[in-house]
């Protein structure tokens, strides 16, 4: 079987590299000539099997796959199949289905979780796509998830759009395990009693029933970096949290762990918390609550009384 890959990022040149130790001749492209294996799209089509090409796609989501599909379908010919493997909203896949089956060109549509350790541990894949396609790339799908029964580590889970919106839904619920873990940590952190913060989580790993991969990876993180003083609070979102709780709301599906994770990112981008600061504001107003005035961390008591407009009536 020999494959096309477009772009060779972090995930992308370690997924090919992973589908090459299976035996599967990959033929990649990116932009970057460091790490290309062609000059350009029209090379790796061409290098490929005319009518049973498959070309995987692995560059970010949005007006950028858009433009690689669509070059695409002026490329390929009956018989082939795209696989959108990136970060994609689902409800691109079925334009971008439409657009390739008008020329007799499957599509798929997987979502890829592993990040930058799925090379030597494999990755967990969920599809969506008609099932002639999926049992097409049935090999490319077993070179790249983790070894042990397929069902393990692959889904097909339904139809075009399938995969995404499952990776997408995988990704709000690895909001809310990070954000319990990361909140865990500080109220470790804050209490003097614990005078062993990294050791206590690495006993969570083996036997407690909040073990977790990621458990794992926070350890190691504060193995490297104890206190984590070396990188910023400033947490960034895919897109894929919003698209989750979006849904949520669309579908009426309580999902309060999830949007409040989501919410703690935006807040994490504020050097200074509007928000915080109307609500230390209405305390003073309404109690005589202590604020703290800006930029100087010295907290006042205000005497000034309520104005009488925002007195409540009486009852």
């Known amino acids: 079987m020999h494959i096309g890959l477009v772009g060779l990022g972090k995930m992308g040149a370690n997924m090919r590299e992973r589908i090459r130790r299976a035996g599967i001749e990959v033929t990649g ?89 799925g090379l030597d541990v494999g990755y967990g894949l969920m599809v969506g796509g008609a099932p002639e396609h999926v049992e097409k790339l049935m090999p490319v799908f077993d070179a790249l998830r983790p070894e042990g029964a397929r069902e393990d580590g692959f889904v097909h889970a339904g139809t075009v759009g399938a995969g995404h919106f499952a990776k997408m839904v995988h990704n709000g619920i690895e909001y809310g395990l990070m954000q319990a873990y990361a909140e865990g940590y500080e109220l470790l952190a804050a209490k003097d009693l614990v005078t062993d913060v990294q050791g206590t989580m690495r006993a969570w790993t083996k036997g407690t029933v909040v073990r977790s991969w990621l458990l794992e990876l926070l350890v190691r993180a504060l193995q490297q970096d104890p206190g984590l003083a070396e990188i910023d609070d400033w947490v960034e979102d895919s897109g894929e949290g919003r698209w989750t709780v979006d849904e949520a709301i669309d579908l009426a599906v309580p999902a309060p762990v999830i949007s409040a994770a989501l919410f703690a990112r935006f807040a994490s981008r504020q050097g200074e918390s509007p928000a915080m600061k109307a609500v230390a504001a209405l305390r003073q107003q309404f109690g005589g609550h202590a604020v703290k005035p800006a930029g100087t961390g010295a907290p006042v008591t205000s005497t000034t009384p309520v104005p009488d407009a925002a007195v409540p009536p009486s009852a």
């Open 29 to 117: 492209f990116d932009r970057n000539p460091d790490v290309t294996d062609v000059d350009s799209l029209d090379a790796l089509v061409e290098a490929l099997p005319a009518g049973q090409r498959v070309v995987w796609v692995m560059v970010p989501s949005g007006p950028i796959t858009d433009g690689v599909i669509r070059d695409l379908a002026d490329r390929l010919t009956e018989g082939d199949v795209v696989v959108d493997g990136g970060n994609s909203y689902y409800q691109d896949d079925v334009p971008h289905a439409e657009l390739l089956a008008a020329k007799g060109i499957g599509f798929v549509d997987a979502g890829v979780s592993g990040g930058v350790w």
